[in-house]
């Protein structure tokens, strides 16, 4: 096992030309072995879009119209299905109308499937740590072949989110809170066993910088394309700069047997050199990593998780980078023009002084040690969801909330209702439970 060697391939695509990407992905296809049949589930990154200033999270809908009319024309592939669960609190509907993808179901044998409403299989696992177990729609659990669609972006937390980060859309909202605390890595390696792709196309034309919600679009020019999650993912990762030992969910991964452990199994191909390739991102945009970091007078005081050793960065601290990334690209220079807020995650031992303004603890768990200078408001949730730290955050920061933009004040709560309305008839289907999804 040790001696085989799994592909990745680097093809070069300057721009989202269908003709082109599709030629790309059927000779992808080709020389990879890929033969796709039965019912194909395809899995985008759909995590949020918002047409003005949430355009670059999601995969391309140029890229995705021209992966499903590939798997479409193929005589073996009897249906596709496009399926996701989008960010907690939004509805994949609103998502896939932000994005542009409604018009892919067009395409012949195409139907959608937003997880957030399906049906739902139990599947249970073997090497879960975080999860024995996994409530996913069953969609997505009888699928006969699994397409990856993720785009290239860096994560704010896990430093790059791929194809094993996809996984976090195939949970409903319980489970995808579950363990998005300091276990966050551990719970992505455990999604890999269920969520296990059969060929993976990375969307890397234009990837994402400094976050993954709402990133700022960076000109790599490459598709990325592997049999592997694994291996794909540790190509990824050293094309946008990291090692792929820094990638924590993927070393997890490899720490468990998933293939290849190392990168000498990995044999790269194309017509694109990874050193070409880093070399257009050597000067990578990681803003958002560390709010400490940030240009903006608000405050912050991070602490350990109670009773641990460090900081819980893929917590609280997660959402509230998604969360000042959202109003700096809802309204650029916001984070400059804030007020000196407090913002207090984690049990911080030192003091914290609100120079008159309300000290935010966020998180359910969050104390102060030390001595504390005016008033507090909490914050609850373990981890505290974006929209609740944006909606009370515009209020102490005094900036813009996008919750009150005139584009979403009909659209969203419209398909956020039929949506919940559709989970809630779902309910009502029986639920069975099957072994671990890996072949």
């Known amino acids: 096992m040790g001696d085989q060697k799994y592909k990745v391939i680097l093809r070069r695509c300057e721009s989202y030309d269908e003709g082109v990407i599709r030629k790309i992905i059927h000779e992808g296809m080709e020389e990879l072995g890929a033969v796709p049949s039965g019912k194909v589930l395809v899995k985008p990154n759909g995590i949020f879009a918002h047409r003005r200033y949430g355009r670059y999270g999601c995969t391309n809908s140029v890229l995705l119209r021209a992966l499903l009319t590939e798997l479409s024309e193929r005589p073996d592939v009897e249906k596709i299905t496009l399926g996701e669960r989008t960010a907690v609190t939004v509805p994949t509907r609103y998502t896939f109308q932000e994005a542009g993808w409604n018009s892919l179901k067009k395409i012949p044998k195409v139907g959608f499937c937003f997880f957030d409403e399906a049906s739902q299989v139990t599947v249970k696992l073997k090497k879960g740590t975080v999860h024995n177990d996994l409530r ?63 060929f993976v196309v990375v969307d890397g034309i234009e990837a994402g910088q400094q976050n993954e919600l709402v990133p700022v679009p960076r000109h790599v020019g490459v598709i990325i394309m592997g049999t592997r999650g694994v291996a794909v993912d540790s190509v990824a990762a050293r094309i946008i700069g990291f090692k792929p030992e820094d990638i924590r969910h993927l070393a997890i991964a490899r720490s468990r047997g998933w293939e290849p452990v190392s990168d000498d199994q990995i044999e790269i191909t194309g017509d694109v050199t990874l050193e070409e390739l880093k070399e257009r991102t050597k000067d990578f945009d990681r803003t958002f ?32 980078k998604s969360a000042l990334a959202i109003f700096e690209a809802y309204d650029p220079g916001a984070l400059k023009r804030a007020r000196p807020v407090a913002v207090v995650i984690g049990e911080y031992e030192g003091d914290v002084d609100g120079q008159g303004y309300p000290i935010l603890l966020v998180g359910t768990c969050t104390k102060v040690l030390g001595k504390t200078t005016g008033p507090t408001r909490r914050i609850p949730g373990c981890p505290v969801l974006v929209p609740f730290f944006v909606v009370p955050g515009a209020y102490y920061f005094k900036l813009k909330s996008p919750y009150l933009d005139p584009s979403a004040l009909v659209s969203f709560p419209l398909l956020l209702g039929w949506s919940y309305l559709r989970k809630w008839l779902a309910r009502f289907r029986p639920r069975r439970y099957v072994e671990t999804l890996q072949k």
């Not at 896990?158 to 579950?178: A, E, P, Q, Y």
């Not at 560390?290 to 912050?300: A, C, H, K, N, S």
């Open 136 to 198: 996913l729609a069953r969609a997505f659990v009888e699928a006969d072949y699994k397409v990856y669609a993720p785009k290239l972006k860096h994560h704010v937390s896990s430093n790059i989110t791929c194809s094993l980060k996809l996984n976090m859309g195939i949970l409903d909202s319980k489970d995808r809170l579950n363990g998005h605390d300091y276990r966050l890595e551990d719970k992505i390696a455990d999604l890999y066993e269920a969520g296990y792709p059969d």
């Open 289 to 320: 990593h560390d709010p400490r970091d940030l240009d903006t007078p608000i405050r912050f005081y991070f602490g350990n998780y109670p009773k641990g050793q460090e900081i819980c960065h893929t917590g609280c601290i997660n959402m509230i």
